[in-house]
């Protein structure tokens, strides 16, 4: 199993800048694509962004050019560095990551606890 556990959340005025991290740990895995989710109240879970083994990156349209996904593969951590943030954005900011025990198995999804992003007006 792979345990994901997240920090960097917090309280931040509007146009403010947030950077989330989320680290994984466990017994011998291979990490293929992370990402980052959100859910507002209310509301569905939504992607915001992923990155792939190689570097790939994928943005929700809303966040495009304002944030940024980056991981460390050394680390086997993924960071999502938030900038210019708007109330909307106002969330429960959750870590997935794709993973697999060997090369060529079965690959499983871990999330984290999540943490809590609010944007103030």
């Known amino acids: 199993q792979v345990q994901l556990v997240e920090s960097g959340g917090g309280l931040v005025q509007a146009g403010g800048a947030l950077r989330l991290s989320c680290a994984a740990s466990g017994s011998t895995f291979r990490l293929n694509a992370m990402g980052w989710y959100r859910q507002a109240p209310g509301k569905q879970r939504e992607l915001v962004a992923v990155i792939s083994s190689g570097g790939s990156t994928n943005y929700a349209d809303s966040v495009k050019d304002r944030f940024t996904i980056s991981r460390d593969n050394a680390k086997n951590a993924v960071y999502l560095q938030m900038n210019s943030l708007k109330p909307e954005e106002t969330a429960v900011y959750y870590c997935?990551?794709?993973?697999?025990?060997?090369?060529?198995?079965?690959?499983?999804?871990?999330w984290g606890q999540g943490t809590q992003v609010t944007v103030s007006s």
């Open positions: 997935n990551v794709k993973w697999q025990r060997r090369i060529g198995g079965s690959e499983y999804d871990s």
